[in-house]
Nanobody, 116 residues
Framework: QVQVVESGGGLVQSGGSLRLSCAAS????????MGWYRQAPGKQRELVAD???????NYGDAVKGRFTIARDNDQTMVYLQMNSLKPEDTAVYYC??????????WGQGTQVTVSS
């Protein structure tokens, strides 16, 4: 069964940093995209950042210049380095993995809380 597992969330003060990790395994097809989304209470889920199979990076406007997405050489793990965190970054962060043949998989989410 497909597994997408996030780790690294927690509580941090405004201006601090956190690093999220996501491990994908038992995928039935080749990965085409790995990314991070977030959902704050009462808001829609939004793209934070993603990285394509070819290495193309894409960031949401709210995090440009502060967050960095990266993956390992095996392309089964993806990371999100979050710097200069703000209270409005508080949300549940979800890892998303897309594969050939329209595969679309989500992790269970990890809570990030930024205190002011």
């Amino acid at each position: 069964q497909v597994q997408v597992v996030e780790s690294g969330g927690g509580l941090v003060q405004s201006g601090g940093s956190l690093r999220l990790s996501c491990a994908a395994s038992r995928l039935p097809a080749r990965i085409t995209m790995m990314g991070w989304y977030r959902q704050a209470p009462g808001k829609q889920r939004e793209l934070v950042a993603d990285i394509s199979e070819s290495g193309l990076l894409n960031y949401g406007d709210a995090v440009k210049g502060r967050f960095t997405i990266a993956r390992d050489n095996d392309q089964t793990m993806v990371y999100l380095q979050m710097n200069s965190l703000k209270p409005e970054d508080t949300a549940v962060y979800y890892c998303n993995v897309k594969t050939w043949w329209n595969g679309n998989y989500w992790g269970q989410g990890t809570q990030v809380t930024v205190s002011s």
